[in-house]
């Protein structure tokens, strides 16, 4: 038993140890994530809160899931999928949509100044001064009909239109069969092939072969032995001809082309394929130039009160060749004509010429070959 003055020295020991550890927790300060009594009057520090096993904070601190941006909307142009809008610059009067790319052609409708409305692609036509600029070009407006750029305001340049159609009204030549006669210029059939018959051409209900030209008389460019199959092929089989008729005569060859395209349907007319007049010229009390007959074809005509069904005379070729170089004599000796040849070296001016002369009645005529000529690049037999 220990003695008082012992115990009384080991309760002061005690005390002593237990001031000297109660000063060290309090300046180290609180253990993290347990509390501790604050001073009087104090409230309770808060708990600092605890990292996850894990190693993301606690729901108390994590930051709100971020709210996702919506997605940016498409700002294209309100102009349909491949098109491009423009905008109408007259300076008053509504901008007139024309059925072929020339003034002289019908009115489709009106596009009021300052409207925007899309555009597909451009074509060569007639030359226009106009508020924006000076050009030959115009418009192929979406939905149909054509305007002049001269009076466009454009946020860029308008891709040129495919050349693959004809004007309005043209029948496209259907390909020509596999089985077809061969021709001089086609590659003789391999031994392992026996060569097809050729019987002469029988008439059907389809468009029939142009029959094949007898030789043409000498100096005349060699005339296509059959309708191609493809605008481009009777460009190419016709073209010597019309270059023939330019040399002789002083008619652009690139009318000559689209004249023949545009009157013949291609060469898939009747009046081609049987009489092989590719120009509509027409028999004026008799066969004269190289015609060497006349034969009556039903057609339209227009006039002041419009367009109607009639019957009119035509000549009659023995070839195609004659048809071609009738033409050129047609035109370069009718005293009616003579102004177009002021022009021999401006075919869009030249076509104008004789349409205004009055070689044919539809008001439109001047612009489709324009078209024509611009569409299927027939300025090139010109050079």
Known sequence: MLEPTSRRRLSRALITGAAALSCLVTGVGPLSGTAHAAPSGLPPAPVRPAVTEIGFLSAETAPAAATPAPAATPTGSAAPAGTLMVEARTGGPALAVRSEPSAAASSL??????????????????????TVRTTGSWLRVDGGGYVPD?????????????????????????????????QAAVPAPSPAMAPSPSPA???????????????????????PAVVPGTPAEF??????????????TGVPASVTLAQAILESGWGRSKLSTRDRNYFGIKCFGGPAGRAEGCRDYPTT?????????TTASFRTYRTAADSFADHGDFLASNSRYRAAFAHSRNPDRFAQEIAKAGYATDPAYPGKLIGLMGAHDLYRYDR
Not at 301 to 309: A, F, L, Q, V
Request: charge should be positive; proline fraction near 20%.
């Open 109 to 130: 409708r009106g596009i009021a100044d300052g409207a925007r409305f899309p555009v597909e692609c451009r074509v060569p036509g007639e030359w226009t001064r106009g």
């Open 150 to 182: 001269a009076h466009v305001v454009r946020p860029a340049p308008v891709g040129r239109c495919a050349p693959a159609l004809p004007a309005a009204g043209v029948p496209v030549p259907a390909p020509v069969p596999a089985a077809a006669p061969a």
């Open 201 to 223: 051409p029988v008439p059907s209900p389809s468009p029939a072969p142009a029959p094949v030209a007898a030789a043409p008389a000498a100096g005349a460019a060699p005339a």
């Open 235 to 248: 460009i190419r089989q016709v073209g010597p001809a019309a270059r023939q008729s330019m040399r002789a």
């Open 301 to 309: 005509e227009c006039g002041s009160g419009g367009c109607g069904k």
